[in-house]
């Protein structure tokens, strides 16, 4: 990988599993409930909780 | 990346989002309560409430429930009734002066199933709730209003896009989620802004091109009258209007004959914009979680109540369908709503923090 690749790649990898995992929860309350519901909570959760804990850390 | 192309990028990031920021604000804050319009409803004591009857007490039928809507509202006709899982007592029922009303000059209620009593929705035709809704959906402004939001919504998907360019050159000297908090005060906020724009752009993403294919509903529905009932209905073209129409009993039953596991969502009464001037339309959803969200048509005639069409669904009729639930946030219970409304507030941070970025360099 060309160091230029693998910057790009240490920059977004966080955002890009945040993204994935929120994609997943997004989608995951359409087919079902319980335990459905349960993986949309937690692919939503992450990105709430990241963001509001830096906004909140002084 | 070149610093030519890191400028052109700003510019576009810069302007897009400072065009959409006042709307997409408006849009963040009426979203807000209407993401607990169920539960503000039921506070204010706006929802119908309905009285205990005997466990499985029969429900009447189809055409005693018209009757009961034409006498709660003599001088209007039905134009839909609607089902809803959560009230499976209720029906809910849209009247107006003629069939063809458009919906804002429509009046909504609940009938109760059993008895055919009207139970009044206060917030379904006016009142704070409806305010936020008008608000959010056009502005007061019918159509151009929504078409007006539409472009907001993409200029807003150009932001996100641009945005996410700019996060690279921004960010990648440091770990990520760092927010340098003591240099100074514009360096908090820019780290802040990235920092939150990049983690919920997904669900941002999703929720404006969502609000942007909602906002284009009314063409979408245009599209399919023109697309799917006209050839359906080139026979009945030179047909005498409707005189006498049959009873709408048994919609219900014949429409679940050609479509069996299926469940009613609504009945378009003849005449409005989702049936023709000679048929009933019931739309019909399907069984499982996902495809409770996509609607089948059935065109009844409605002088001879035989079937006329089952109607395939256009692709953009099933993209529809799903850009609801992906838009409100009500599909996942209540831990989703609270979720939702987190991360709305969080897009407030982000529009606001961009702007005071922007004053502030401006002023440099």
């Known amino acids: ?58 | 990346m070149k610093s030519s192309n890191l400028r052109r990028w700003s510019f576009i990031h810069t302007w897009t989002s400072l065009v959409c920021t006042l709307f997409l604000l408006l849009l963040a804050l009426t979203g807000l309560p209407l993401i607990f319009h169920h539960e503000i409803d039921a506070l204010l004591g706006d929802a119908p409430s309905f009285p205990t009857l005997a466990a499985g007490t029969p429900h009447l039928d189809l055409q005693q429930l018209v009757h009961a809507a034409q006498i709660h509202r003599p001088n209007d006709v039905v134009q839909y009734f609607g089902w809803d899982a959560d009230e499976p007592n209720g029906v809910m029922t849209i009247m107006a002066a003629t069939a063809g009303t458009e919906p804002n000059s429509s009046h909504t209620f609940m009938l109760d199933a059993r008895t055919g009593q009207a139970l009044e929705m206060p917030s379904a035709n006016g009142g704070f709730m409806m305010l936020m809704l008008r608000l959010h959906v056009d502005m007061y402004a019918g159509l151009p209003g929504k078409l007006l939001l539409a472009f907001m919504g993409i200029l807003f998907v150009l932001a996100i896009i641009s945005g996410t360019v700019l996060y690279a050159p921004f960010m990648r000297r440091q770990p990520f989620a760092t927010v340098r908090r003591h240099k100074s005060r514009r360096l908090r906020w820019l780290d802040l802004h990235n920092l939150i724009g990049v983690v919920t752009l997904t669900w941002a993403l999703v929720v404006g091109v969502t609000g942007v294919v909602n906002a284009c509903a009314d063409l979408l529905i245009a599209a399919w009258r023109t697309d799917a009932l006209n050839v359906l209905l080139e026979p009945y073209r030179d047909a005498p209007p409707l005189t006498e129409r049959a009873p709408a009993t048994r919609l219900l039953e014949i429409a679940e004959s050609v479509a069996p596991g299926m469940a009613p969502d609504f009945i378009a009464f003849p005449g409005t914009r989702f049936s023709s001037e000679h048929h009933y339309a019931v739309f019909l959803k399907g069984a499982t979680h996902l495809t409770s969200h996509l609607l089948t048509p059935v065109l009844i005639d409605a002088s001879t109540l035989k079937i006329t069409a089952t109607l395939k669904r256009p692709w953009y009729m099933d993209v529809m369908g799903l850009s609801t639930p992906l838009h409100f946030g009500d599909y996942g219970g209540r831990p989703m709503q609270i979720l939702w409304a987190v991360l709305d507030g969080l897009t407030v941070v982000v529009l606001a923090s961009g702007v005071y970025l922007w004053w502030v360099r401006r002023r440099q």
């Open chain 1, 1 to 58: 990988m060309s160091q230029k690749k693998s910057l790009l790649w240490l920059t977004f990898r966080m955002p890009l599993a945040i993204g994935i995992m929120t994609a997943i929860g997004l989608f995951s309350a359409l087919l079902g409930d319980g335990r459905w519901d349960a993986m949309a909570w937690t692919g939503l959760a992450i990105p709430a909780v990241i963001c509001v804990q830096a906004l909140l850390r002084r």
